[in-house]
């Protein structure tokens, strides 16, 4: 899989505007738009960082939401 392609699936996968997404992980949008439109290529460990920093969200989530549900 391309880089491009790889970055437009983590954001896609998100659910959220390039802008959303730009601002979420502390890239300019520019930077995400040329990534996504192929203009610019990122270091090869940024999309498996951005990828890691989604999925730890996640599960911190997923805990957030067992925590309170056993609250309850």
Do not use: C
Not at 17 to 27: E, L, S
Not at 29 to 54: C, F, H, K, N
């Amino acid at each position: 899989m391309e880089t491009a392609d790889k970055i437009r699936e983590l954001r896609e996968r998100t659910g959220m505007t390039r802008k959303d997404f730009a601002m979420h992980i502390g890239i300019p949008l520019r930077t995400v738009e040329d990534w996504e439109a192929g203009r610019r290529r990122p270091p090869e460990y940024i999309p498996r960082l951005i990828s890691y920093q989604l999925r730890y969200e996640e599960l911190m989530k997923k805990m957030e939401e067992e925590t309170n549900a056993g609250k309850e």
